[in-house]
């Protein structure tokens, strides 16, 4: 089944203390992007990957780092979490450039106390 | 810089009401257009989606959007609303320039009452 698979889906954390959220994809996209979702904010890009090794900021970056290493892999990092980013994490891919549509996982549940 | 106005922020309807739901973009370009829902507790799913042609394009469970260019708005409808259509909706668009960039609306929550 084509999709893309968030881990892990809820997430409770503290001030600091590291943490990884991983995203995968079978579908062998080459864009991949992490968006955060707030109340009355909608969804807001953090960043995304046009291809292996190539990565860009997008609207709200700070505090976060990613990587891509492999096709079907992008990892979002919080090296020193906040409160602030206590949100809903989406992970999403595309084919390529000229399709546009965006398929998105499940969701990540982020709370940083 | 493209942005989405969603100008419904809490719309609840009786079953069987139909249903509009606005959505604004800023940019002057080509863009392509989006509708996406988000039920309970799940992940975005894509609705319908505008890239060229026929301004009045058909999605699933029997949604519509119209691409009124001159207006620079992409309503979505529907004739006929039920219980299952209670979800945040969120119209999104990207340019050519920025392909791999969805930017979203602030969405629209929808509840319809039985």
């Known amino acids: 089944e084509a999709q893309v698979t968030q881990n892990p889906r809820y997430l409770i954390t503290v001030t600091g203390k590291k943490l990884t959220v991983t995203c995968s994809q079978n579908?062998?996209?080459?864009?991949m992007s992490w968006y955060r979702q707030d109340p009355g904010l909608g969804l807001r890009q953090i960043y995304y990957?046009?291809?292996?090794?190539?990565?860009d900021k997008g609207d709200v970056p700070e505090g976060y780092k990613v990587s891509r290493k492999e096709k079907r892999n992008f990892p979002l990092i919080l090296e020193s979490p906040s409160p602030n980013q206590t949100s809903l994490y989406f992970c999403?891919?595309?084919?390529?450039?000229?399709?546009?549509?965006?398929?998105f996982g499940p969701g990540t549940r982020l709370t940083v106390l | 810089a493209q942005s989405v106005s969603q100008h419904n922020h809490h719309v609840i309807l009786s079953e069987a009401a139909s249903l509009e739901l606005g959505c604004n973009y800023s940019?002057?370009?080509?863009?392509?257009l989006f509708w996406y829902v988000q039920y309970p507790g799940q992940h975005l799913q894509l609705l319908l989606k505008?890239?060229?042609?026929?301004?009045l394009v058909k999605g699933i469970k029997g949604f519509e959007a119209e691409f009124i260019k001159s207006k620079f708005s992409f309503n979505l409808r529907k004739p006929s609303v039920q219980w299952s259509d209670t979800a945040e909706y969120f119209c999104?668009?990207?340019?050519?320039?920025?392909?791999?960039?969805?930017?979203f609306g602030t969405g629209t929550r929808l509840q319809v009452t039985l």
């Open positions: 990957s046009m291809n292996v090794e190539v990565t």
């Open positions: 579908m062998n996209h080459e864009y």
């Open positions: 505008y890239f060229s042609g026929d301004p």
């Open positions: 940019y002057g370009g080509t863009v392509n």
């Open positions: 999104a668009v990207t340019t050519t320039g920025t392909a791999s960039k969805l930017t």
């Open positions: 999403a891919s595309q084919f390529s450039l000229a399709t546009y549509e965006q398929f």
